[in-house]
């Protein structure tokens, strides 16, 4: 603020510059007029004098000529300055306007480069905040200063969610994605962020940005966290922990996050032992080095079973929720072998690019077809979406018309 104030102050001495010099000039003028003035007097006192001297019969006529023709001289002598008197005020509005414009100008650049509102931000930001509320202030000015600062967005929606603010910090991430772009990392942010301003509820909006986080950067962790805590909430514990797993191993071994990961593992390896579940035995890491393999078991809802024939076409693959319609991996069996537990791996890929193994969250699909068409039929059953790392057993019904 003090550099602000000391460049004002220059200026407004600039300015009363091109104000007092004129002011000095004039007063110097004035001295010339009054001299002028008394000059005039003493020649035409002169001549008065010379006129009464010949009328006396002192003077000739020729030597009141001569006299008066010294008079003349003497007056132009003193008053030679006087032309430039009067070019002195004609240049008078000339300062005059630009002592008016320098402030006018000063003004200018002090809008158009900067205020003293971020003066102020940057000495503040050069002193440790006191407190995290000091800080969140601190970052909200610097928002307002500069709407467009990406970075500042950023920091201030982390500051939210310190705070346990998530739905102002979803608003800020998502005018940091518009600013910065759709990177990996900001949208596992945002829909963090979204994930707990709607309460814990699952969201097709949170899924589309998890799906887009993890299809640009497999590893990205705060979207792999966040389904980890999606499927912890949900009581889908073994999907929990493999996402977890998956984001301890992108975690440096001296991370404090670990040991506080661990401590999610270990309460949703209980939850599943308590639920009468088991817990996969190989670790995740070395699931994904053999290549994604899905245990998926397939029954037909009560329902239905009186309106299929046995011998009727059951589909059964894995679809990747963000990529290609093509299946993943498929397998085919009859209405007669269900209910039935089936693999979907790497192994049954339909094209050697399309692996379950490229593609970090899929969904199931299983649909009978009297037809023997896989792409359309008369019933369906389909699974919400999941990591395509999972080891855990899922359940997959058929319960609906094929539309």
Do not use: C
């Amino acid at each position: 603020m003090i550099d602000f104030w000391l460049a004002a102050g220059l200026l407004l001495l600039i300015a009363l510059s091109f104000l007092l010099i004129p002011v000095l000039r004039e007063r110097r003028a004035q001295r010339e007029e009054d001299r002028t003035a008394l000059n005039v007097a003493l020649y035409e006192e002169r001549v008065a004098e010379l006129h009464s001297q010949q009328q006396e019969g002192v003077l000739s006529a020729e030597q009141m000529d001569s006299g008066r023709a010294e008079a003349a001289r003497e007056l132009l002598a003193d008053t030679e300055g006087s032309a430039n008197v009067r070019t002195l005020r004609l240049g008078k509005p000339l300062p005059l306007l630009a002592a008016l414009l320098v402030p006018v100008l000063g003004l200018g650049l002090y809008l158009h480069f900067g205020a003293s509102d971020k003066v102020e931000l940057t000495r503040e930001f050069a002193q440790a905040p006191q407190s995290m509320e000091e800080m969140t202030r601190r970052l909200e000015r610097a928002v307002a200063a500069q709407p467009d600062s990406a970075e500042g967005l950023y920091f201030l929606g982390r500051t939210y969610m310190a705070q346990d603010r998530p739905a102002d910090a979803a608003k800020i991430f998502e005018r940091t994605v518009a600013l910065a772009g759709r990177q990996p990392e900001l949208l596992g942010q945002w829909a963090q962020a979204q994930y707990f301003a709607d309460n814990k509820q699952w969201s097709d909006k949170v899924q589309g940005l998890t799906d887009e986080a993890l299809k640009a950067d497999p590893n990205e962790v705060t979207s792999l966290g966040l389904l980890g805590i999606a499927a912890f909430e949900g009581g889908r514990f073994q999907e929990a922990i493999d996402y977890w797993k998956r984001l301890q191993a992108q975690l440096p071994p001296d991370d404090n996050s670990r040991a506080a990961l661990q401590g999610g593992i270990d309460r949703a390896s209980e939850k599943l032992v308590a639920s009468g579940g088991k817990v996969a035995s190989e670790p995740a890491a070395k699931a994904q080095a053999k290549g994604a393999v899905l245990k998926v078991r397939v029954d037909l809802a009560a329902e239905l079973k009186a309106k299929v024939q046995p011998g009727d076409s059951v589909f059964i693959f894995a679809r990747a929720t963000q990529g290609p319609p093509a299946p993943l991996a498929a397998k085919r069996l009859t209405v007669a072998d269900l209910p039935a537990t089936v693999e979907l791996a790497d192994a049954d890929a339909m094209m050697p690019q399309l692996k379950l193994s490229n593609f970090p969250e899929v969904q199931l699909v299983a649909r009978v077809s009297r037809a023997g068409q896989p792409t359309a039929g008369e019933w369906v059953g389909r699974s919400q979406p999941l990591a395509s790392s999972t080891t855990a057993a899922q359940q997959l019904t058929i319960d609906s018309p094929d539309q």
